[in-house]
């Protein structure tokens, strides 16, 4: 394609809830991203669906605004929303005045909750601490974060609008003081290409700054970063919330089969190169175990930081938890002068839907098209029939059913036929979290919306990966598949399983002792300590 | 005790649980203990549901946890899977009367030839077999009344013994042979009025019924664990179960932990005294060549395999120790219909090797793995203690 | 309790804990090997790197060591091929060849510059093998080696007993049990072997097979088979320690399976006994030596680092032995990377049972 009406800078949630947005109301647009979905923040938070509670006290109306999202995801994404319920939990250490202050707070939002004793919350969660003084309920539940972008793609897609991933932006072009077009590099097969546009949504994140600088405009971001801990399996059912100002590793998430430790906060020069240091870990660690007191011997899978982009204009303090969580929409036209540039920054994941809109309002009152948002009351994907369910329980067992078509949808239907047809794709590629060969191929190949490029991309797509072995087994059998199906010769296979296990092997650097430790020398004697570094040829590659 | 140390954390995917699988090895649909164990419970955790109808063919051997490099209690995990496991209902019907042979052989043994005759009838079979499930190609063990058996051997030092269903209510003439054995080593045993010790509530999914039998159990040997009065059981299934919490069901249970300090496998009894200069050596000179095989509860309680030591001491005795796999029978798993094959398949390896080494006799301890030596191979399979009493009062069994 | 005594009581049933009982058997001791589960092995290919043999040169017993260790495992049906003079190159599971010193005899076909025409075999339905990845990578390899070697890939139905998808140890174990699956292997090998003059598999060809039985199988396909690494479970690994376990059962070594050693029992300088975490009461052994084969069972049993003096017995931070009949079968010092595959074991446990066979007799007494 050589033009469009808008071009989004951007693949986390609020891009691709832009696009969706824009898609609902007719506007033509192009995604483009750098990596692959969910890159920066979005992918790398707790997929936390918040309630509200966290924010209650400090700023009832983003708990409010929390509060409505929380809803509508759960009614337009549910199969997105794992709706595990949550508990606000008080420490001895902490404030009582605070804890009250929450209980007036969260109904002065609206926020649905009940008070419970001790017992009452041991009994609901048994891996609580005992010292544990006092509980509220929440309607916190979590977001699979991936399968949330892919939902808002593959919805915008399924009706005409492109997406991009390893698309680099290297310009935007301007012509008097008019964006006109865009130039990106596919950083995969190293291709230019331009694209003709009227708008261009900088919805770029921490890299915000740098995508308004290609215009000539300026984007102040604070990058704040957050470490989060993946646990083994499951701690808990809920989602466990300390009772107080928000800190370090208040929030412990079930995320599918696992469950995340989170967060840190600390100011770091950009969203790239981010590290978690050893201290940082333990303290994550020390701070959890109060919550849950198995988490000190608990297995980790891996560490993983990202940035919040927090929108710092020069005269405010610096950035941090202090900072303001809630968004900026800058027109560029008021701001600097430039016809067709928008930047959307901060925000959280919750109420990415709502910053969508504002965002398509502007775009489509700039373009002229009188169209009201929909996203709020449009599903993200279709039903599927029970057949599909049955159908599948013919090759496949209960979990991996069940599994497939959360994942998957209607487009399981496509996977069963051809299971149907070559039984050997019923294969488990990934045994840690239930991925079938027939779905490995089916996100790599064509008829898959926004499909896979990378083992690590197939991993976003299906959590394959994920698990224990951090591909260790399935990442080999993923890139056999990718042969398989041709989007690899022999050597980039090798080359691309190189660059996958090498990025799965960094996750789990900070590791002294213990299970994974030994997962990890598992894997790093099955393949060598450096795998083939000279098997690496071809194009640029995004890290 | 070892089993607080096992963990889902521990599994590193490594495999080597599979390859211990004598069921992984006989059935080409099996997923094996990694799948069924630590992959699936994590599945469990998250809440989604992970039944799988093949949890149902885990025989409960625990090889794949002796097997485990790093200690993660697979064959555990799969046990309670398999009781949140629906089966159909007529399935479900025979399962709930295996999981409870205590209450089978209370009504099976008041008219022990009335029963013995209808459970060898054809048609009966066939209808067993239509109806419940419950193949027709096995005989099963026959009933008798159960003896009240005590004070044999005078003023001997005390023991409890725990004799399990099978003796009970199958072989109270082997019961009583058990105490003969130990009054001629100087024991006088009590026979503990026990009841089940719940092995086949696990093994039938029935988590709720073997805690009933586990408290009833652990209430009925109280007195004799507080007067440090060994409990000894030659059923190697009884012994597991009492050494292990209960496979795992009480861990945890102060009482529990102290029943399991206080239980003996008889074998592992009498070697003992061996060591002390305790054992009975006085010995008729016999004429057996036999084959030894060790059941794999027995292995699973890790003490060695006493009752080949003891074997070999007797005069005209040689053993050898099969060592050739599990024999697939597992209690109630082979009378199942739908299993037979299965465990039929299991058990071939080592009647290939029976039949390679043609011994005169087979020793085993475990009465269903005599019954699946005996279905399988021509070989006559007999307790060693039999064998033991033999030796000690000259009469041919 | 009773205390089962042995000659020799070896902890750790990998390579290090097989060749320390392995030596004390065939002296004719009795030895007893207390276990958790197999070791590391089982998961690699069952040979030997050549950077780890070249590392191990400069140690004055590394032939003597491995002269030992390979004619056990001719003798258990599961020899190792290679020598300490020549290098072969070996596939690894990405394609690219590993310089190995020995390796098992059928992978030890799968060389490099072995064969004018190759045809890489996969099984329709097998899971984490594909043929054409791998012969595309040898082709490539050999290109780059300047070798004239030419590989091409096909794929054969291994029948539908074993089902589908089938794993490596499935039709590892269908080669064991199933006469007919072996002749129906072998049909399907001749009828697709065409003018290649070696044919490599992935290594399914048994654990319980030995390497007579392989080669005959060699026979009845009518051209060298080769073997190629798979993900773990890795079929060669356990080959060999299921072929070294035989031989180590039919010397009548018993074997203490599945419940960690937690404690050993010091008295006077001596080792009188080890306790076993079996459930209830426990389990005791004593061995008139005990060799600790396990790097985990180590570290549990022996505080801090472990410092070996000549004999090979560890030694309290203060230089005396913990006692001075029991033995470790590790390598002295830190281990650089080379230094932790299947040679360097296999010297330790050589060592270490070299040290306590030449202690034997002097603890009867205790």
Redesign the interface.
């Known amino acids: 394609m050589n033009s469009t009406q808008v071009v989004i800078i951007g693949g986390g949630a609020t891009g691709a809830g832009i696009l969706w947005d824009l898609t609902l109301r007719g506007i033509p647009a192009l995604l483009l991203e750098q990596a692959d979905i969910a890159h920066g923040a979005t992918g790398r938070c707790h997929g936390l669906l918040h309630s509200g509670g966290r924010y209650a006290v400090r700023d009832v109306e983003t708990a409010r605004d929390c509060l409505r999202e929380n809803r509508t995801l759960k009614r337009i994404a549910p199969h997105c929303v794992e709706d595990t319920g949550g508990l606000f939990i008080q420490l001895p250490s902490d404030d009582p005045a605070f804890f009250e202050q929450w209980w007036r707070a969260a109904h002065a939002a609206g926020i649905p909750t009940e008070r419970l004793s001790a017992s009452q919350a041991r009994a609901l969660e048994p891996s609580l601490a005992e010292n544990i003084v006092g509980t509220f309920t929440c309607p916190d539940a979590h977001v699979d974060v991936f399968r949330l972008v892919l939902a808002n793609l593959e919805a915008a897609m399924a009706r005409g609008a492109q997406f991009r991933s390893y698309a680099q932006l290297v310009a935007i072009e301007q012509q008097n003081a008019r964006v006109v077009a865009v130039r990106y590099r596919d950083t995969r097969t190293g291709e230019e290409h331009r694209v003709g546009c009227a708008t261009v949504v900088n919805a770029a994140g921490g890299w915000a700054g740098q995508v308004a600088a290609l215009a000539g405009a300026s984007v102040p971001v604070t990058c704040d970063k957050g470490t989060l801990l993946v646990l ?3 701690l808990s ?1 809920r989602v466990i919330n300390r009772c107080r100002v928000p800190g370090d590793a208040d929030i412990l998430v ?1 995320a ?3 469950c995340l430790l989170g967060t840190s906060s600390m100011v770091v020069p950009g969203p790239d190169g981010l590290t978690a240091s050893h201290e940082e870990i333990q303290a994550l660690i020390r701070e959890g175990a109060a919550l849950v007191p198995e988490l000190a011997e ?2 980790i899978l891996r560490s993983f930081s990202g940035v919040r982009a927090l929108y710092t204009p020069p005269r405010a303090v610096a950035g941090g938890r202090g900072a303001s969580r809630s968004y900026a929409l800058l027109d560029h036209q008021e701001l600097e002068g430039i016809a067709g540039l928008v930047s959307i920054v901060g925000g959280k994941l919750t109420t990415y839907r709502h910053m969508a809109e504002a965002v398509a309002d502007c775009v489509a009152r700039k373009l002229d098209v009188h169209a009201e948002c929909a996203t709020a009351t449009t599903p993200l994907r279709a039903p599927h029939s029970s057949q599909l369910h049955q159908r599948a329980g013919l090759h496949l ?3 991996v059913t ?2 497939l078509i959360a994942r998957r949808g209607t487009d399981a239907a496509q996977i069963l036929a051809a299971i149907e047809q070559r ?2 794709l ?3 590629v990934c ?2 979290e ?1 991925v079938t ?1 027939g779905e490995v191929e089916f996100v790599l190949s064509g008829p898959a919306l926004a499909g896979a490029r990378t083992i690590a991309d197939i991993g976003r797509r299906t959590r394959l990966g994920f ?3 951090q591909g ?2 399935c990442g ?2 993923a890139m ?1 598949a990718g ?2 199906t041709q989007q690899w ?3 980039q ?2 080359a691309e ?2 660059r996958y296990l090498n990025e799965r092997w960094k996750g789990q650097d900070f590791l002294e002792e213990g ?1 994974q430790l ?2 990890l020398e ?1 894997s790093r ?5 450096q ?2 570094a000279t ?1 690496c040829t071809g194009g640029n590659h995004a890290h | 005790m070892p089993h607080t140390n096992f963990d889902l954390d521990n599994c590193l995917k490594c495999s080597v649980c599979n390859t211990a699988c004598p069921v992984y090895a006989a059935h080409p649909d099996y997923p094996g203990p990694k799948h069924l164990g630590p992959e699936l419970e994590r599945m469990r955790m998250e809440g989604i549901d992970a039944g799988v109808d093949a949890v149902e063919y885990c025989l409960g051997c625990h090889r794949c946890d002796l097997a485990c490099p790093h200690q993660v209690g697979v064959s555990e995990m799969i046990a309670r899977a398999k009781a949140t496991q629906r089966k159909p209902v007529m399935r479900a019907l025979r399962d709930w009367w295996f999981a409870r042979p205590g209450l089978l052989g209370e009504l099976l043994s008041i008219l022990p030839p009335v029963t013995n005759f209808f459970l060898q009838l054809a048609p009966v079979r066939l209808l067993m077999e239509r109806l419940m499930r419950i193949t027709a190609r096995r005989s099963f063990p026959a009933y008798a009344h159960p003896r009240r058996l005590s004070g044999i051997g005078r003023a001997g030092e005390r023991a409890l013994f725990f004799p399990g269903c099978f003796l009970t209510y199958n072989r109270p003439d082997l019961l009583e042979k058990i105490l003969v054995l130990l009054a001629a080593n100087g024991i006088t045993a009590e026979v503990a009025s026990s009841g089940c010790c719940g092995v086949p509530a696990v093994a039938n999914g029935n988590l709720a019924e073997a805690r009933h039998r586990a408290q009833a159990t652990m209430k009925s040997l109280r007195n004799a664990v507080q007067a440090g009065i060994p409990v000894l059981t030659s059923c190697a299934s009884c012994g597991h179960q009492l050494k292990s919490g209960f496979g795992g069901l009480l861990t945890g249970s102060a009482a529990a932990s102290e029943l399991a300090a206080h239980t003996w496998d008889l074998g592992e009894f009498l070697a003992e005294r061996a060591q002390q200069g305790l054992f009975n050596t006085n010995f008729f000179t016999l004429d057996h060549r036999v084959a030894y095989h060790a059941p794999c509860h027995l292995n699973s309680q890790g003490i060695g395999r006493p009752w080949l030591q003891l074997l070999a001491r007797i005069p005209g005795v040689t053993v050898t120790d099969l060592n050739a796999g599990c024999c697939g029978m597992s209690g109630t798993y082979g009378f199942k219909q739908e299993k037979y094959n299965v465990s039929m398949a299991v058990g071939a390896p080592l009647f290939t090797r029976i039949g390679e080494l043609k011994p005169q006799l087979v020793a085993t301890e475990c009465a269903t793995c005599q019954m699946q030596i005996e279905h399988g191979t021509n070989a006559r399979a007999v307790t060693p203690m039999e064998i033991l009493l033999e030796a000690y009062d000259g009469r041919p069994f | 309790m009773r205390t089962d005594l042995y000659d020799v009581v070896v902890v750790g049933a990998g390579m290090a804990g097989l060749t320390a009982a392995s030596y004390a058997a065939e002296q004719g001791q009795r030895v007893a090997m207390a276990s958790i589960g197999a070791g590391a092995f089982v998961l690699g290919s069952g040979g030997v790197e050549e950077r780890e043999a070249h590392a191990l040169q400069r140690e004055p017993d590394f032939t003597y060591a491995m002269d030992f260790f390979l004619t056990l495992a001719e003798a258990a049906g599961t020899a190792l091929a290679g020598d300490v003079q020549h290098t072969m190159l070996l596939p690894t599971l990405l394609g690219n060849f590993l310089p190995m010193q020995f390796a098992p005899l059928l992978v030890a076909h799968a060389a490099l510059n072995q064969a004018r025409k190759t045809r890489v075999v996969g099984l329709r339905g097998l899971t984490g093998f594909d043929a054409r990845f791998l012969a595309e990578r040898f082709r490539s390899e050999a290109a780059q080696h300047r070798l004239p070697a030419e590989y091409d890939a096909v794929t054969i139905d291994p029948g539908s007993a074993l089902g589908m998808p089938v794993s490596t140890l499935r039709v590892a174990q269908a080669f064991d049990r199933d006469a007919a699956f072996r002749t129906h292997l072998e049909g399907a090998l001749r009828a697709v072997k065409g003018d290649a003059d070696r044919l490599l598999l992935p290594a399914v060809l048994g654990i319980e097979s030995s390497d007579t039985q392989r080669a005959a199988f060699e026979e009845q396909v009518g051209c060298t088979v080769g073997e190629l690494p798979t993900l773990p479970p890795s079929i060669p690994g356990l080959r060999l320690a299921h072929g070294l376990q035989q031989r180590l059962r039919s010397r009548g070594v018993v074997f203490l399976d599945g419940y960690p050693v937690e404690r050993l029992q010091l008295e006077r300088g001596l080792c009188t006994g080890l306790h076993i975490a079996s459930p209830g009461r426990g389990f005791r052994v004593a061995g008139e030596c005990v060799v600790l084969a396990s790097s985990s069972a180590l570290h549990r049993l022996l505080e801090g680092p472990v410092n070996l003096d000549l004999h090979h017995r560890p030694l309290h931070p203060n230089g005396s032995p913990h006692a001075t009949n029991l033995f470790a079968a590790c390598l002295p010092g830190s281990h650089p990377s080379e230094l932790r595959g299947l040679a360097s074991r296999i010297v330790a446990g050589h060592r270490a049972a070299l040290a306590a066979w030449a202690e034997r007799g002097a603890y009867a007494a205790h």
Do not use: D, I, N, W
Not at chain 1, 525 to 529: A, F, N, P, R, T
């Open positions: 083994h399996h499951r059912r079930p599918g089969p696992v608990a297995r067992e209960q979990p069940e599994k039984p050997e019923a294969e488990l045994e840690c239930m060969r698990g224990p072995c260790t087994y080999y059998k056999l042969y398989a010769t022999a050597e296979a090798v399983f190189t299970k030994q997962q598992l004697s099955l393949y060598g300590e795998p083939l098997a």
